[in-house]
């Protein structure tokens, strides 16, 4: 039984800073790339960011390039998404997502491309 388990959210003030973690098991991780998506009050789930099985490749929606950065250690099972000068604006729920690994690029943007996924974090960022 393939599980991804979202970790490391919370409260944090503007400009503050956190890190996610999702730790999977039930599936041979170095063969996914991983996703992270997040979803506000309100809106649709939206794509962040992504990296490849390998971790030599990464994406990322605009809005938090130059400060969130995904990475994974295929050792642990677990992919990061490290969240610098947070804005209230990012406050969400984030879930990771796991894509075998079959074709990179936009398309790691679209949540139907995505074969598992986790339950979520909250994140809140006060202003």
């Known amino acids: 039984q393939v599980q991804l388990v979202e970790s490391g959210g919370g409260l944090v003030q503007a400009g503050g800073s956190l890190r996610l973690s999702c730790a999977a098991s039930?599936?041979?991780?170095?063969?996914?790339?991983m996703g992270w998506f997040r979803q506000a009050p309100g809106k649709e789930r939206e794509f962040v960011t992504a990296?490849?099985?390998?971790?030599?490749?990464?994406y990322y929606t605009d809005s938090v390039k130059g400060r969130f950065t995904i990475s994974r250690d295929n050792a642990r099972n677990t992919v990061y998404l490290q969240m610098n000068s947070l804005k209230p604006e990012d406050t969400a729920t984030y879930y990771c997502?796991?894509?075998?690994?079959?074709?990179?690029?936009?398309?790691?943007?679209?949540?139907?491309?995505?074969?598992?996924w986790g339950q979520g974090t909250q994140v809140t960022v006060s202003s």
């Open positions: 997502a796991a894509r075998s690994r079959a074709g990179w690029g936009p398309l790691m943007g679209q949540e139907n491309q995505y074969n598992y």
């Open positions: 990296i490849s099985w390998s971790g030599s490749s990464t």
């Open positions: 039930g599936l041979t991780f170095s063969t996914y790339h």
